[in-house]
């Protein structure tokens, strides 16, 4: 890959990034003390903070990916900036994504930032740009998981542990969905330079319409038990439990009910 020159100004970090990053701070530091009266609260704005994080990681990752394969053009959008107002569509890559979250505890995949794929050569480049934001996505998910499966638990208050649970709950089901082949998803993005024009042609057009077709399909009750078994598998592969992972989406939701704090064996703490 070649490296295309930007100028400085299209790579700094953007205040409303760090003004994200924040709020996780904060609110993580909140879930750990257990300084706010309601910790559903704290764990609620850290999720919700870190999960943005995580989509503006998501998509930067594509941006980067493109930048090193040849489409200069990202820099001067403002996508290496980390800014989430600079996407192609705000509404697709933050909003909807957050609101998925609130409602369903799903961590539905956004889009988009616009890749001049016309400045680009070569079919791995273009796989490369889009398998790069779901990959971040398992890179988030390794972190938020990581004290789990390192057995490092120990002194780490309960409200913050299954916050992380959530959080890597979230980051799964964003991988595991945007992986998959379906137009307008990253997962057909990895596909389709190695699909014949003809096809591609025929595909385009149900692009727009990909992410309602998987929330549409998720909404069905037989495909959503399966398909968060599976989830479950996975994370507790990586050492997080389900118990972990419910009682984080309860107390994200702390709306909804009590905001005590069980341990994992039942006490509270």
Request: with cysteine; glycine share 10%; hydrophobic share 50%.
């Amino acid at each position: 890959m070649t490296t295309a020159p930007t100028r400085s100004s299209d790579r700094r970090i953007s205040p409303v990034f760090l003004g994200i990053a924040a709020v996780t701070a904060v609110a993580g530091w909140a879930a750990w003390t257990g300084f706010a009266d309601n910790p559903g609260i704290a764990v609620f704005l850290f999720v919700t903070a870190a999960w943005i994080v995580s989509l503006c990681l998501h998509e930067y990752a594509h941006a980067r990916t493109a930048l090193h394969s040849g489409d200069i053009s990202v820099g001067a959008k403002g996508y290496l900036t980390l800014n989430p107002l600079k996407y192609t569509h705000a509404l697709l890559s933050i909003v909807l994504p957050v609101l998925f979250v609130i409602m369903g505890g799903i961590g539905l995949p956004g889009g988009a930032v616009f890749i001049e794929r016309g400045r680009i050569r070569g079919r791995w480049k273009h796989s490369l740009i889009s398998a790069a934001g779901p990959l971040t996505n398992v890179l988030f998910a390794v972190v938020c998981t990581a004290p789990f499966w390192l057995d490092a638990l120990d002194g780490v208050p309960y409200a913050f542990r299954y916050a992380l649970a959530f959080l890597a709950l979230l980051q799964v089901t964003a991988a595991i969905l945007n992986s998959l082949p379906i137009p307008g998803l990253d997962g057909y993005g990895v596909l389709e330079p190695w699909l014949s024009y003809k096809i591609r042609r025929q595909v385009e057009p149900f692009a727009p319409f990909g992410l309602i077709a998987v929330f549409g399909i998720l909404w069905i009750p037989e495909v959503n038990h399966v398909f968060f078994d599976a989830i479950d598998a996975i994370l507790r592969g990586l050492g997080v439990s389900e118990w972990d992972s419910e009682w984080g989406q309860r107390l994200y939701r702390f709306w909804e009910g009590s905001q005590e704090v069980p341990s994992p064996s039942g006490f509270s703490q």
